[in-house]
């Protein structure tokens, strides 16, 4: 049974960084995809970034691109989301989700079976 359990959430003032992980359990995370989505209240799930787990190969949703990084220690089977320059509309609950890859783009939320609880951020003004 995979588990994810995320950690790292918290307040954070704008322009700040903050650094989410994720730790996976429950079996080996070859050929498998790695994301990190967040929700906001009233808002859809929304992919932030995505990593290959066995490549490193990474996307990132255009408003994160150059202040996010996403990465993974596969030794440690942890997935980050490092978080630079946080903006107040990247206040939401952050969630670690994972895929096994196969012919989907694995960009939507209905694409990943496995999802941590979620943690809270948020950028203050």
């Known amino acids: 049974q995979v588990q994810l359990v995320e950690s790292g959430g918290g307040l954070v003032q704008a322009g700040g960084s903050l650094r989410l992980s994720c730790a996976a359990s429950?079996?080996?995370?070859?050929?498998?995809?790695m994301g990190w989505f967040r929700q906001a209240p009233g808002k859809e799930r929304e992919l932030v970034a995505r990593i290959n787990w066995d490549h490193g190969n990474t996307y990132y949703v255009d408003s994160v691109k150059g202040r996010f990084i996403i990465s993974r220690e596969k030794v440690k089977n942890t997935l980050y989301l490092q978080m630079n320059s946080v903006r107040p509309e990247d206040t939401a609950v952050y969630y670690c989700a994972a895929a096994q890859g196969g012919a989907g783009l694995l960009l939507t939320s209905k694409e990943y079976p496995y999802w941590g609880q979620g943690t809270q951020v948020t950028v203050s003004s």
């Open positions: 429950g079996r080996t995370f070859s050929r498998y995809y």
